[in-house]
């Protein structure tokens, strides 16, 4: 097999073992290379010599597989692999290492791509190999903007060039979700750069970094219904409009001031307002009421906000990514920029076809505001064209509502004038169909139950109108289809329900100018100030194309109309020939857990809703509904069942104790029969978890109806796992979708417990402390503990902890010892607090600690010096390196960097902050 090289691969001091190694792995010669299986996994090793071995996989692309060569295991020390996430291998067990005769074809990992030309490949959160086009850009060095569509691999590029970085960096979108996402992929596979320090933060975020607004930013939902108030007195009825008029013109179009005066906002050319100069007058009257109603309401606006900032954000940043920048204004942008310490030191990327509102974005008006002349505007841009995402059949009809637009619109600029090529070995189809009731019925009847279609439509008028014929949760109006992907897409009347739009876009374009590549052109008709407008409908329905992996099902009512045509969607399927598979529950549920994640609510709470659908249904009561059913049922001059049973089936739902105490207390046997079995079932409920019994505790979190089941303390199964150190455990827990940012009684996750429980095995005087200590219980084999911790360190660890301290934002993640260092004080802080000590002083005489209302460093080195290395690696256990942390990050230091978490109570002796924070 050909090999492939991981590019951080590190072979310093076995190079001359490692290459005759190779040579025996070119000839799949796995015996002379000693090639064995690592048990429950995809990875292989090869021996090097006695001591070292070579970690790979086996990769395969287009029919053809490759010995993917990732890293050196030097000493035996496979916990310490940045892929194996801190697993302990025991190569002379049986059950870690396996034999093997030949590689099966489960054991190989298919590539979406392959150059065949670079045997350096990438490594994020899955195996990356760059075309010639990626490659240059990931050395061309900053300032670089990056332009391409969805799918062409824009982030994953970007991420991989940041790793490249030094010095203070930040990766900022408009999009928390895009943000958070790219955190977790960024710190996959445990990267870590001591030469770098990055921020990952969405803009609202940044703001918040800079100084936390005392105002409240008004949202859409808001604005619209302020806007309801005043819509007798304006012409223009169309809410949405006028927004982005205020956001994308009158506030965030300048950079100089922060906002138009009315003579600059009347005297605007042609293109830089959809509205004409009658009408501007009437939006900049309404524009001044809406500034008196930020005041008076305590809101703020977004651009508004963002310019009186500049003169209070620092240049913090050697470097600054931004994602999506097409969906940021122009104050915004320069806002971040102006975070930067040297001008030029940028790295952008978007796609302008993907702009669903109107606002006046090209990459010509771009650099011209970045480098003010165009003497300095250098050839900083790059196109990438190929698409890894959608199939071919998908990008041929998105490629010639391109060239519509264009020939429509002309071009916004030369940048953004460019078409796709799919590499996608799945040719996909485009359907069409003639809307009608029966196929309605017909198609729901098929994909309902499936997590691999979803149905977008223009608005949400429109989605009303949908889910009376489509029952599954999937469905998308425009304004939430960015950020999606589906193997199939179903659109519903995008063109009829437009209609006189989509006319008036297809106007003077005819089939044979689609048969030409495209072309940069000016627009003909530069008086049509109605263009950015339609500009809104035709990218509404690239975006819509584009969120199809491998299909696309086009219904419309309307089956003769000019841009079908253009489309070359004439001919009309009869039948639904698709061939669906139901997908499980598990599928349903994962697909619930990231869509909350991206914001879409609305869908995950309908998936859930069906999840439960067999459940009994919840009741619901409003305060006030409480409050009197209370009063009733706790009148002790009256008996009442019936609003006593009411309480007890409200309080059972969801365990409300203390209404069940209270319950119990007027004579209500119920409650207290309840509790027992409650009180009883938790134990044994305890110690399922801590042996991994999982088909017995998914019967009490299925009787309890909730997968965060718990007892009056808080206490989780997930908690119990973490505590006990049983991984199955943590796996079902996480991956049933439980949120491990929940907290005991004591303000304790599963991760601070699982930090503590080893803090407890560390200490010498186990026994006695236990027995006063029930909450805890022990696993006297240690080495099985650290090798689960190591696990359970990655498994449960926050992808990131936000906190604010003063008026002020800040992010700290898992590759840092400030992180470390924040969640292991936290642990620490409970264990140690003044009377646990006196008390422990009773029961223990040889025990150090200090009864100051802080953590001795004595004790602290104590609890740390055989931290599994996997978490903390040996330079971070040396005193003098954490000594050099806690003084940076003091309250009084005056390092630049300085994240204030720890205050010095006395020499030796730290505390946390107590002015810190924590935000959930």
């Known amino acids: 097999m050909d090999i492939l090289y991981f590019n951080e691969i590190e072979t310093r001091g076995v190079t001359k073992q490692y290459n005759k190694v190779i040579k025996f792995l070119q000839k799949d010669d796995f015996k002379s290379a000693e090639v064995k299986k690592i048990a429950n996994s995809d990875f292989f090793r090869a021996k090097l010599d006695y001591e070292n071995r070579l970690l790979f996989k086996i990769v395969s692309y287009d ?19 940045k892929f194996l996430k801190g697993v302990k291998v025991d190569e002379s067990s049986l059950k870690d290492i396996i034999d093997i005769q030949k590689v099966e074809e489960s054991d190989k990992i298919p590539m979406s791509y392959l150059n065949s030309d670079k045997s350096l490949v990438h490594f994020l959160d899955k195996v990356i190999s760059f075309d010639e086009t990626q ?47 790219a955190t977790e992929i960024y710190f996959s596979n445990h990267f870590s750069k001591d030469s770098q320090e990055i921020d990952f933060l969405s803009f609202h975020e940044f703001i918040d970094s800079i100084e936390i607004p005392d105002t409240k930013e008004i949202s859409f939902r808001e604005f619209d219904g302020w806007f309801t108030r005043h819509k007798q007195s304006i012409s223009i009825k169309e809410s949405y409009k006028v927004y982005e008029e205020f956001k994308g013109v009158l506030t965030g179009g300048v950079i100089d001031k922060n906002y138009l005066s009315q003579e600059d906002y009347l005297g605007l050319g042609v293109k830089q307002s959809i509205f004409t100069s009658t009408q501007r007058e009437e939006i900049y009257e309404l524009f001044e009421k809406y500034l008196l109603f930020l005041k008076e309401n305590n809101y703020h606006d977004i651009n508004i906000l963002s310019h009186y900032y500049l003169k209070k954000v620092d240049k913090r940043y050697d470097f600054v990514f931004i994602d999506e920048v097409q969906d940021l204004t122009n104050i915004q942008l320069f806002l971040i920029l102006s975070s930067l310490k040297k001008r030029f030191q940028f790295i952008l990327s978007g796609d302008s076809n993907q702009i669903v509102h109107p606002n006046f974005f090209s990459w010509s008006h771009l650099k011209t505001m970045l480098f003010k002349t165009s003497k300095k505007q250098l050839n900083i841009l790059k196109v990438l064209q190929t698409n890894y995402r959608n199939s071919p059949k998908i990008t041929e009809l998105s490629n010639n509502l391109l060239k519509i637009k264009n020939l429509r619109f002309g071009s916004i600029d030369k940048e953004s004038t460019y078409l796709i090529n799919s590499i996608s070995k799945h040719e996909g189809s485009v359907n069409f169909y003639k809307d009608s009731d029966k196929l309605k019925k017909e198609l729901n009847k098929k994909i309902q139950k499936s997590t691999k279609f979803a149905i977008l439509v223009m608005d949400n008028a429109q989605k009303a109108e949908v889910k009376k014929y489509f029952k599954t949760p999937l469905i998308f ?69 584009t969120r199809a992996i491998e299909n696309l099902y086009i219904i419309e009512s309307n089956k003769k109309h000019k841009i079908l045509e253009l489309l070359d969607l004439v001919e009309q399927q009869k039948n639904v020939k698709i061939e669906v598979k139901q997908s499980t529950q598990e599928e349903w549920k994962k697909e619930a857990q990231k869509l909350k994640k991206q914001g879409k609510l609305e869908q995950s709470e309908a998936i859930e809703q069906e999840l439960n659908r067999n459940q009994p249904s919840k009741i619901i009561l409003s305060e006030g509904e409480l409050k009197a059913l209370k009063k009733e049922a706790f009148d002790k001059k009256l008996y009442n069942k019936k609003v006593k049973d009411r309480l007890f089936d409200y309080a059972k739902q969801d365990i409300d104790r203390d209404l069940l105490q209270k319950l119990g207390e007027f004579k209500y046997k119920k409650a207290d029969k309840f509790l027992a079995e409650l009180e009883r079932d938790f134990k044994n409920f305890h110690s399922f978890c801590k042996q991994g019994k999982l088909k017995e505790i998914k019967k009490y979190t299925q009787k309890y109806n909730s997968i965060s089941y718990s007892n009056e303390d808080g206490l989780n199964g997930l908690m119990i796992g973490a505590m006990s150190g049983n991984v199955p455990t943590m796996d079902y827990f996480l991956d049933e979708g ?9 303000g304790l996750g599963a991760f601070e417990l699982s930090l503590l429980h080893y803090t407890d095995l560390v200490d010498n005087w186990s026994e006695r402390y236990f027995q006063y200590n029930s909450f805890h219980n022990v696993d006297d084999d240690r080495e099985r503990f650290e090798n689960s911790l ?37 642990a620490l802080k409970e264990k140690m607090t003044k009377d646990t000590l006196e008390s422990y002083r009773e029961m223990v005489v040889e025990f150090k600690g200090s009864v100051d209302d802080c953590l001795d460093m004595n004790d602290f080195m104590h ?24 003084a940076k990050n003091e309250i009084d230091s005056n390092n630049y960097y300085n994240k204030k978490l720890f205050v010095r109570r006395s020499r030796g002796c730290y505390d946390l902050n107590p002015k810190l924070k924590i935000w959930s």
């Open 63 to 81: 029919g053809v597989s490759y010995i993917l060569l990732l890293e050196i295991i030097f000493n035996h020390e496979y916990e310490k692999s």
């Open 738 to 746: 439980i949120d491990k940012n929940l907290k005991n009684c004591r």
């Open 863 to 886: 609890y740390i010096k055989d931290m599994p290395s996997t978490i903390l690696p040996d330079y971070r256990r040396k005193r003098h390196y954490i000594n050099s942390i806690l």
């Open 135 to 181: 490659d240059e850009i990931l050395y061309f060095p900053p300032p670089v903007i990056i332009i391409g569509s969805a799918g062409s691999g824009k982030t994953a590029l970007s991420l991989e060039k940041l790793k490249m970085l030094n010095g203070n960096i930040l990766y900022t979108s408009l999009s928390s979700y895009l943000v958070d996402n």
């Open 477 to 545: 109006s425009i304004q939430e289809a960015k950020g999606l992907e589906y193997e199939n897409i179903i659109l519903v009347n995008f063109i009829t329900t437009n209609d006189k739009e989509f006319r008036t876009i297809s106007e003077g374009v005819e089939q044979k100018d689609l048969e030409h590549d495209l072309e940069f052109s000016r627009v003909k008709d530069k008086s049509n100030k109605e263009l950015e407008v339609y500009k809104f409908y035709i990218n509404s329905l690239y975006v819509a194309f």
């Open 790 to 826: 190591s696990i359970s360190y990655d498994k449960l660890q926050y992808p990131y902890i936000k906190y604010q301290i003063d008026r002020k934002m800040i992010k700290i993640y898992p590759h840092s010892m400030e992180y470390f260092l924040l969640i292991y004080f936290t």
